[in-house]
């Protein structure tokens, strides 16, 4: 009991300088009481999360531990059992991909899904090509729009006459994001971005990240890498067995601290105990 009240004080104390400035704006995307079980298994359980315009938000935790699950369900692969979804204060009803879409939530997954024969720009308007007025594609439009979008995320690109299997994984990288923008996306999901490149093109992706920051469009990153979300997150929101640990501001805790979250579910004093924490921590 002494235990329980020393710990809600500390959630109190903690809670103030947690968000400063951020607690009365209100979120981009709100995700509050999530829950869901394939057969007996918790993957996501009551999970609440926020994230608002120019943050990114790393999702951490070891395998297994419902970083996946959980941005399925934002993402409209999933539906949850319970909880509930707000964007922009107001809810989402979102059952479906093509209902995230709408609210401009945008996926970049791991393996990009790109059609790897064909150049940047018909990857960008794959599916939704422009037409010229005599029926055919227009293929100078297509591109000179895709010099456009690509020259604000990644300026340096020039390949845009080559099939897009013959880039670097972080100009695929820059691409699939190019294409996710360009149709409107204010939140994005990266589900490992960096885990499949190397350290010159993780940097890449890491200034492509911050470039969506400054136009205000939300991330949530998931990533194995404590480097990486130490370097580009805002906030970090550890998971274990399918419940949160913590949230922090990665200002306001260490690495060793966000390892022991992770691994131990111990939630330090500088972050928001979740219902996953280790209750012991408190005593
Ligand atoms: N479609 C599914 N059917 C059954 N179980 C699932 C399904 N998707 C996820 N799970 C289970 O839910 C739990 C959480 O998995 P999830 O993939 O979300 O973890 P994760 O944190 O993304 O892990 P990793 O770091 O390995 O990607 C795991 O126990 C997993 O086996
Ligand atoms: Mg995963």
Avoid at 10 to 20: A, G, H, M, Y
Avoid at 61 to 74: E, F, P
Avoid at 156 to 179: D, H, M
Avoid at 234 to 242: A, C, E, L, P, S
Wanted: charged share 25%.
């Amino acid at each position: 009991m002494e235990q329980k009240t020393k710990m809600e004080r500390r959630k109190r104390s903690t809670r103030l300088s947690e968000e400063p400035g951020m607690e009365e704006k209100t979120p981009l995307v709100e995700m509050k009481n999530i829950s869901i079980a394939f057969g007996g298994i918790h993957a996501v359980d009551n999970v609440s999360v926020k994230l608002h315009a120019g943050e990114v938000v790393a999702l951490v935790g070891h395998n297994g531990a419902g970083k996946s699950t959980l941005i399925k369900i934002l993402s409209g692969a999933y539906k949850r059992d319970a909880g509930n979804i707000f964007v922009n204060g107001v809810e989402a009803q979102i059952a479906n991909p093509r209902d995230a879409k709408k609210y401009g939530i945008e996926t970049i997954y791991q393996t990009l899904a790109l059609a790897d024969n064909v150049d940047a720009a018909a990857n960008l308007f794959l599916g939704r090509e422009l037409m010229t007025p005599w029926g055919t594609l227009d293929d100078v439009a297509m591109e000179a729009e895709t010099r456009k979008v690509m020259g604000r995320l990644n300026p340096r690109f020039e390949r845009f006459k080559e099939p897009v299997s013959s880039l670097s994984g972080g100009q695929r990288q820059s691409v699939a994001i190019a294409r996710a923008i360009h149709f409107n996306a204010r939140i994005l999901i990266m589900d490992e971005p960096t885990a499949a490149l190397g350290p010159q093109e993780s940097a890449q992706v890491a200034e492509l990240v911050l470039q969506l920051k400054q136009d205000d469009i939300g991330i949530f990153l998931i990533s194995h890498d404590i480097h990486d979300v130490f370097g580009l997150a805002d906030r970090v929101v550890v998971m274990k067995n399918g419940q949160v640990v913590g949230t922090a501001r990665t200002t306001d805790v260490t690495e060793d601290e966000v390892l022991g979250m992770i691994i131990l579910g111990k939630c330090p004093p500088g972050a928001i105990a979740g219902p996953g924490a280790l209750q012991l921590a408190a005593a």
